[in-house]
């Protein structure tokens, strides 16, 4: 009985640290995110609006018409990327219209962004409790951003449905080298267990890769 108890504490500890690991991962990509991208991109808008003043107090106010538009544009394209950090975080449309939508607008920035085709096929009588639908969400996005960086793919497939006992399935099935790295893998793999579910990773005939995620009927209603 010991044994087991200090097995099972064990078990948990080390459920824990991955989970702590997985949490400082995502923390650091978003600071490195930031860093690289928005932070940059204002500094660099700050040195030109710098620039375009210089420019109209010595009489060149061509060149700075033009400093103030390569400006605009800098700050355009920083104002996209840090709306897709906020949609990547928890989008507005999950909160509001639900997760059928969540996903087809995942969808359609994965298909923006990095020109992958991705179908979603989620069975309108899939009901998923708020908390469900958040962590369903976070996997999902999860797997589909390891395959763009296998790949990427020309193509993913996304399928949810009710199983035979009420739970629910989702299946990703992509095109992309099967290859993947372990500790990536293992932070889904630790989400999916907060959710008392399984996962199922299989090699496709060829190439790519099918994801399998089932969890049970009592944790989708929460």
Sequence with gaps: MQLRLHSAKRSLTESLDRLISAEQDERRRIA?????????????????????????AAGGHEEAKAVLGTALERQRETIRELRGLSF????????????GPALDELAAQLERLHG??????????????????????????????????????????VSLHETADGGVETTIVDDAEPERRRRSFEV??????????????????GAGTRVVVKLPPYATRR
């Design 32 to 56: 490195l995110f930031l860093h690289d991208g928005p932070v940059q991109h204002l500094a660099g808008i700050a040195l030109m609006i710098d620039a375009a003043l210089a420019s109209i």
């Design 88 to 99: 990547a975080l928890e989008p507005v449309v999950l909160r509001d219209r639900g997760f």
């Design 116 to 157: 992958v085709r991705v179908t979603v096929d989620a069975e309108p009588a899939v009901e998923l409790g708020q908390t469900a639908q958040i962590a369903l969400y976070t996997i999902v996005r999860e797997l589909l951003d390891q395959t763009v960086r296998r790949g990427p793919p020309s193509r993913v497939d």
């Design 188 to 205: 889904v793999e630790e989400r999916v267990k907060q959710l008392h579910g399984v996962v199922q990773v299989e090699a496709q005939t």
